[in-house]
DNA sequence: GGCGCAAATGTTATGACATTACATATCCTT
DNA sequence: AAGGATATGTAATGTCATAACATTTGCGCC
């Protein structure tokens, strides 16, 4: 696995790694005073580069991030997300036949993906469980 | 048709409707700069009604804002962005067969839905045409 | 008409998220 | 040791969004 990462991308992986759920730069930052961090932009850089490493996604509806589920398989080509609105628990899966329907909308529009985004927000059975 | 909407609605609406790509609610407040608004919120208030209303999208991986594509049938219940990076403009398509699948997966995994979103990133064919 | 409620508006201030610009340091290769 | 690529540090600024509070408008109802 690729351990060579900087102290800075090692030290925002852990906190990423280590929390319930996604965390925002700022609350990265916030958690990482006391090892030396002080600007937004230590974080910033930290988590692009471990977000092209696969090891960090970044969900677009809550300006925030997570760590992979999937540490070791980290090159998965289409992921969605499940995101609690309650208790902040993220879901990863993947979805082939998903991932073919979208390829075919975009193969015949002549469109050229770059990056694609899945997110549903819900609460998880845990927090919607009563009703 | 809810023709119904309150001034800066309205303002905001047309404002939409009129450009060819996203936009963000200070560009949009610039552009009404002339007909007396003056504060984001005048703005954010009057997008979080049309969005209710199905009119507006939001497009979360851009924190901008676009007309729906199709005012009529606005009540479609699950919608794709394909998002130029290029031009900017947006195409917007459903998919019931992915839509099946989002709810297969929520189901089977007790996960109540609130909110989905599909946003595809890249270039359009007149974008991406060359190659 | 005028009372009263709900919705919309106006305004200021502030909070939250992200990047630009520039200087410095570290590592690896030759 | 020289030189380039990458990573860091720091300050300032830009961009997106909401809180809090006062005021106005539309409208049903007695």
Redesign the pocket.
Known sequence: MSADL????ALVMKTLSGAEAPL????ILDRLRGD???????V???LE?LTELGLVHRLESL??FVACAHPNCHEQELIAFAICEACGKVEEFSDDVVKDRLDGWTRSHGFRPAKTTIEIRGNCSGCAGGK
């Open positions: 900087t102290r800075n991308q925002s730069a700022y609350t030396g961090l002080r600007a937004p932009l230590q910033y850089r930290a580069k300006n925030a």
